[in-house]
């Protein structure tokens, strides 16, 4: 007897809706189920005294024509009612590294001419350090939307190879090594384990191009489960998978906190694999394999302030602005509680009605879990005092450290909203509020690789953890999910033909 459902999502993250899009444009009738009472998961936005903050997608790259995301975007109607804008042509990336300050600018020539322009004797390993960039980029044929069919064999070399110990190979000077490892707070970089691939993918998506959502970015969201609901199928909200029920080795049924029981041929979740596998009974799944899934490393977690601004108090930046207070910008790897913070990256909203000035502007760092552990059992909202005290010192301690470079900030704040460890755990589901999910390892390349397919027969997995996160990667991890069922190559011809 056909089931109601072709396909169950359980979490309406990107990945989520980027797969119900895909299997209901096939004819296929999609159930999304998402705990929040919001869609989106990093996507979600929250409106405050006028207000629109974006909690998880602040700037996006390659979307200029004929580039990766600008042919994903054209896919799935991104552009369609959605605006986006442009960062500085001269700087989407401005970071203050120990006092002095350097941009990155958009396009590979401009980076390379800045690069020299602050390391004249350095033209050899800046074009050097560009040239690793593409040949690491070259062999990710998913990341170029081609056939994943004769995967390049120098693929599994650059898995291995470290991003900081490839960096320091390519030049000596202290500084521009630093120089260039500076993007990885947005794939929150570990100097003894980042690989150079995950290095390479991020940097060359956000220097081909980079830009902001003008607005809120649950637009994208929205956007996508309209097309899912225009197509059949149903995005439920509030319905917290708890459970799933397993007979010979297939999900026979989803069974949310609310006591409903939903059932599909197949099962996607979005969710990070460890918290899959504690929807999964005891000796329902192979043991290795669970244990597998629970013991990933995970990215750290970040803690972030949103604050309104007096009208006309604080001039945009077109660009996000990185602090780093020592000469060494591997943040998560020396993070210390108590020096905290040594680091930041700010940035703004988009002025309305032409104006110059912000009215509000985002401040995030890293944080450790363990800083907020002592209230994770206690209920959203109810935390008590002393977690509403603890957040309002840290967020002061950043505040104050951000005046020191923009001292207008301080007379400028009318309200802010904070962000810790715990908001992450809560409204996302990831493992102690992980930003961007696992970590990939160059020590343990297998180790840290996720495949879509599990060890039962009709789930799979989608999402930041398996690819790469962000808007790039997990539009890719989407791909490789519904290539499951409808052939990775059928919907990379789709893709490109659309183009
Ligand atoms: C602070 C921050 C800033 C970021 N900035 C950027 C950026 O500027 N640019 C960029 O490209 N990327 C950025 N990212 C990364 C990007 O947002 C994520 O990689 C991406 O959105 C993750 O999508 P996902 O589908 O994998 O999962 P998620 O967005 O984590 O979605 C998972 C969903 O599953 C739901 N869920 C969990 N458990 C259950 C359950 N039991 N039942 C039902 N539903 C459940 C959750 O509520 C959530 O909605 C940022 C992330 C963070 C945290």
Redesign the pocket.
Known sequence: MRKKYDKII????????LCGVILSRRGDKVLV????NQ??????SFNRKGCTFS??????GSLDEGQTLNKIFKYFNLFDGIEYHRLDETGFDIFNIDGIEYKFPIGYQNFINQMIEYFPHEKDAIENYVSEIKNTINTQNIYHLKSTENASDAADKYLRINAWDHISSITKNPRLRQVLSALNF?YAGVKEKSPFYIHALINNHFISSSYRIVGSSDQIAHKLADEIIRRGGEVLTK????NLVINNNCITSVE?KDNQSFEAEHVIS???PS?TMN?IGEGLIKKSFRNRMNNKENTLS?F?VHINLKKDSFKYINANYNYYKRNDVWYASYYDEKLWPEHYFLHCGIPKNGSQYSSCIGL?THMKFEEVAQWKDLPINKRGADYMDFKNKKAQKLIDLVCKSFPELKDSIVDYNV?TPLT?ND????PNGS???TLRNCNNPVGSYISPRTKINNLLF????LNL??????SL?AILTCGEFVGTDNLLKEINADD
């Open positions: 359980i979490g309406s993250g990107l990945g989520g809706l189920l998402e705990k929040n869609i989106g998961g990093s996507l979600q909690t998880g997608m602040h700037y996006m947005v319905k917290e998978v708890v949310t979005d969710l990070h918290t929807l970040a972030a995030l962000s992450y409204y996302l589901g990831s930003m961007y999910g989608t999402g930041q953890n996160h962000g808007m790039l990667g997990v991890s």
